[in-house]
């Protein structure tokens, strides 16, 4: 670390350093490029976990979230940021990290920081006429009164870029898609779009030639109402980001707050965390499963997964009180114990689950038609994965070990035995079959997980009002999707400054692109499938 | 075994002669009630078929399915046809008015006249022509014209892809039904289906001898190929309601895609009801060579029981298909034809004449 730091002086000399559990860097916004480049270039930093816009009242700027993943996870918080809150600018770090694309659209749509040089600086939530920028500490929330008017596509696809040119900065706009090109509108109401997402499809015969997705239509500023939340109440919001990985999500706030307060969780409750946390990754893959297949035309399929998560949805409506959102984490521990049943339940469930499977095994992962579909398409490299910053089941898919539970073990990960499930080919049927072997894992780590629950308390005591000391927060779980992280900086209220999640399904929409173009338009829907993506995740 | 010529003669017999009507009227009243009998068989079919294909899926993919109107929900799809009859048909703007409304009548009109020329039972035979199967093959691709059409007058980017798709799903897949019929006409030497019925007395084609081994073959083949003709998974593509949403009926409402409900349910039915006539012996009941108490009490069994009885297993066939495969793709779904189903159909066209010659 320290010829790094050396490194990053001869760089940048009014570098600051401050050495937490986690190098971070605070670097003038002039060599922010220089240093990016190094760390991306030299000291391999290649997955960009998340890039955070930050309004600290005086300044406007980005946090850089990188890790290595060639160098045992090393992490380094990069900082940067800008006084001039009129005309922000930034130079982009896109072309280093592809994720960062899509990250640099968000903070423009939220904070107007503009990224010179980024490809296609355009908003990514709202519409191109909304007035303002919702996330800043300034914004004036009358600003944008209900209007009823439609803005049309075309005019939401004039990309504008900044560019940074001998002559200075350059302003230049151009269309998206051609006007001979052909377009497809797939969503926002589609029956395979899995939730309301946008895709404009160009495409050529039946081949996929571009796509572009629009987000935003089910945004309901979540990381803006966190702001006047306090933190019980964000918890709230959680379960409705990735709704089918509710529990990991508040799972992951749950463990971002007790670290903070420095709270020591009863491992009764840990361990009822890792089975909720586990189960719902079963129930979300079952549907993920069921998802795919019924967009192959294996309607039956889907039923199938369907009545088993069924299951899954029983349990948690004993002991939680809900189904989808069971709202049963707290911070400190679980609302309630356990249900009597709720071991008895989850016993009878591994058996019944293996054989069903196997059922899913004959059903559909060998039949040749499903085999011909899935089989040489839709690859997407290892280097890819990490640079779009593809995670879960579908970086894994691809070779990358990035599974949070074995990388930073929280809850009772480190006290059972299991192994991330693993493919190299990163094909579509990788994807596929990833997925079902994480099922079959995760019945292995329930086994151990009930087994090993102990008795003692289910929640830990804690302050009436919680408040947080002064300072900067990360964690990060692994959802069903992904790297799922929470980002808390808090000056001391019984509210955050600022809270920013770390959505992995952005990243495996920004992916689609990439690995879909020149395929069939029928695979652009399994492609997807197989990516599986939630959107409300998406549009926090 | 009890001959519908029976009835048909003694209603001839009725208006001819005891009511005294001439020649011309009789023929007239004759054709409405023919019309008329085949239209209402039609469309009651059609709505068993729909009650049928609801319940079995929902066995599939273990649930009760409809269980509300009426006792175990047969008068469920009766309830269906009433709303879908009330519907109001929605017009498109910037479409081809004209087109969008004639298409859906190509595609029932075609799935009519088809259904038309099936022999049903002994003696229950609207009419039969001396080119059966050259007319059931020429009125069956009637269809296409009207999807294209559907297609490309909806002025909607999907179902123009649903048109396209379909367009070369059906002229490939005719091909390979064609052959596979042809096969057997070669076994019978005749177009005309009373013939193809009736040279089956003593066993069925797929149980002929030696003939018995390219007629099984052609019998899968004409299954496969029918049943991509009907547009049903895993052949769905036109309407793949993943990518396409309905495919080439996405803009159609009301009763004019009731037609193409209706339609695609019978023409399942007709493809089962060629393939019963042509390969599993039609109305013909089993007859098994030398055991005469057998086939004596197979007699018994009305020739209606039997065409429907095997007409039946092969609807089942298809549902169980329909039900279990996941979707082809377009480039999947070509190659298939072009350098699987039509090599073999061509050889085992060759064979059976090999067959026919040596045996």
């Known amino acids: 670390m320290d010829n790094i730091k050396e490194k990053i002086l001869s760089l940048a000399s009014d570098a600051t350093f401050d050495e937490g559990s986690l190098l971070t860097v605070t670097v003038p916004s002039a060599q922010l490029r220089a240093v990016a480049e190094y760390l991306r270039k030299e000291e391999q930093f290649d997955y960009l976990q998340d890039l955070i816009g930050m309004d600290w009242g005086e300044s406007l700027g980005v946090i850089y979230r990188l890790f290595s993943t060639a160098k045992n996870q090393q992490a380094i918080l990069l900082k940067t940021s800008t006084s ?153 919001l959680a379960d409705r980001l990735d709704y089918l990985s509710g529990t990991m999500n508040r799972h992951a706030i749950c463990l971002c707050v007790e670290k903070a307060l420095q709270l020591e969780v009863p491992e009764r409750a840990q361990y009822v965390r890792t089975i909720l946390d586990e189960l719902t990754r079963i129930a979300s893959h079952l549907l993920g499963w069921g998802c795919m297949c019924m967009d192959m035309g294996s309607i039956t399929a889907f039923v199938y997964g369907m ?234 | 075994m009890f001959d519908f010529k029976v009835v048909t003669s003694w209603i001839d017999d009725l208006l001819r002669v005891q009511a005294g009507i001439p020649e011309f009227w009789t023929l007239a009243i004759e054709f409405v009630l023919v019309g008329v009998a085949i239209l209402a068989a039609y469309a009651v079919l059609a709505l068993v078929l729909i009650y049928v294909e609801r319940k079995v899926c929902a066995f599939f993919q273990c649930r009760i399915g409809p269980n509300r109107v009426g006792k175990w929900g047969w008068l469920q799809t009766v309830a269906d046809m009433i709303k879908i009859l009330l519907k109001e048909i929605i017009h498109i703007n910037k479409s081809d008015k004209f087109l969008f409304l004639v298409a859906p009548f190509f595609v029932i009109m075609g799935s009519i006249l088809a259904f038309a020329a099936i022999p049903f039972g002994k003696g229950l035979h609207a009419i039969d022509f001396n080119i059966g199967i050259f007319y059931l093959l020429a009125v069956s691709s009637l269809g296409i014209i009207g999807i ?135 109305w013909m009941p089993l007859h098994i060579p030398g055991w005469e108490a057998f086939n004596h009490v197979m007699d018994y069994i009305p020739s209606v029981v039997w065409f429907f009885g095997k007409a039946a297993m092969c609807v089942f066939f298809a549902l169980w298909v329909r039900w279990t495969f996941p979707r082809l793709r377009i480039d999947q779904l070509l190659k298939f034809e072009w350098k699987i189903l039509m090599p073999i159909s061509l050889v085992n066209l060759l064979l059976m004449a090999f067959c026919i010659i040596l045996f």
């Open chain 1, 84 to 236: 001039d809150r009129e005309n922000p600018e930034l130079f982009t770090v896109s072309d280093l990290w592809e994720s960062a694309n899509l990250y640099e659209r968000e903070v423009y749509d939220f904070f107007g920081i503009k990224f010179i040089n980024h490809p296609g600086m355009r908003r990514l939530f709202l519409r191109g006429n909304w007035e303002g920028f919702p996330l800043r500490k300034d914004y004036d929330m009358s600003s944008n009164p209900l209007t009823m008017e439609n803005q049309s596509i075309e005019e939401m696809e004039t990309v504008t870029t900044l560019n940074m040119s001998n002559e200075g900065l350059v302003n230049s706009s151009f269309q998206l898609f051609g006007e001979k090109e052909y377009i497809v509108n797939m969503g926002p109401q589609h029956p395979a779009t899995h939730g309301v997402l946008h895709l404009r499809v160009s495409l050529e015969g039946e081949t996929v030639n571009k796509i572009d997705p629009h987000f935003g239509y089910i945004h309901r500023g979540i990381e803006k109402m966190c702001e006047a939340y306090t933190y019980p109440q964000m918890l709230h």
């Open chain 2, 148 to 282: 294209l059409l559907a297609g490309w007058s909806s002025n909607n980017k999907y179902t123009l892809i649903g048109a396209m798709r379909s367009g070369a799903q059906l002229v490939s897949y005719e091909l390979s039904a064609a052959l596979a019929l042809l096969t057997v006409v070669a076994l019978s030497g005749s177009m005309q289906l009373s013939v193809i019925v009736e040279k089956q007395a003593t066993v069925w084609n797929v149980f002929h001898g030696f003939a018995a081994i390219p007629a099984c073959i052609a019998f899968v083949i004409y299954l496969i190929a029918g049943h991509a003709e009907t547009n049903r998974g895993p052949f769905d593509l036109p309407e793949a309601e993943s990518e396409l949403t309905a495919g080439y009926h996405t803009e159609y409402s009301g009763i004019t895609f009731g037609f193409y409900y209706l339609a695609e349910y019978m023409n399942m039915f007709i493809v089962a009801a060629i393939a019963t006539t042509v390969f599993l012996g039609g």
């Open chain 1, 307 to 540: 009545r088993d998560r069924e299951k899954i949805m029983d349990i948690f409506e004993e002991s939680g009180g809900g189904r989808l959102m069971c709202n049963y984490s707290v911070i400190g521990g679980l609302s309630k114990d356990i249900h009597p049943n709720f071991l008895k339940r989850v016993r009878e469930f591994i058996p019944y689950m293996r054989k069903m499977l196997k059922e899913y095994h004959i059903l559909f992962t060998e039949n040749p038609i499903a085999r011909g579909r899935m089989r040489d398409i839709g690859f997407l490299t290892k280097e890819q994965a990490i640079a779009y910053g593809v995670t879960g089941p579908s970086g894994r898919a691809s070779g990358w070990m990035n599974d949070v539970r074995k990388l930073e073990p929280y809850a009772a990960y480190d006290k059972i035995k299991f192994e991330p499930m693993m493919r190299t080919e990163g094909g579509t049927f990788e994807r596929y079959i990833v997925r079902l072997d994480e099922v079959e894992e995760s019945l292995r780590m329930l086994e151990q997980l009930v087994d090993g629950i102990p008795e003692g308390d289910f929640c830990a005591k804690t302050k009436a009002i919680i408040k947080l000391p002064e300072g900067e927060y990360f964690q990060r779980v692994e959802n069903a999707r992904g790297d799922f992280g929470v980002y808390i900086s808090s000056k001391g209220d019984k509210n955050p400054y600022r809270v920013k999640f770390r959505s992995p399904c952005m990243t495996l929409v920004s992916a689609l692109s990439p690995i879909t173009c020149g395929e069939k338009i029928a695979d652009l829907v399994m492609i997807g499938a197989s990516l599986d993506y939630v959107i409300p995740c998406i549009d926090r």
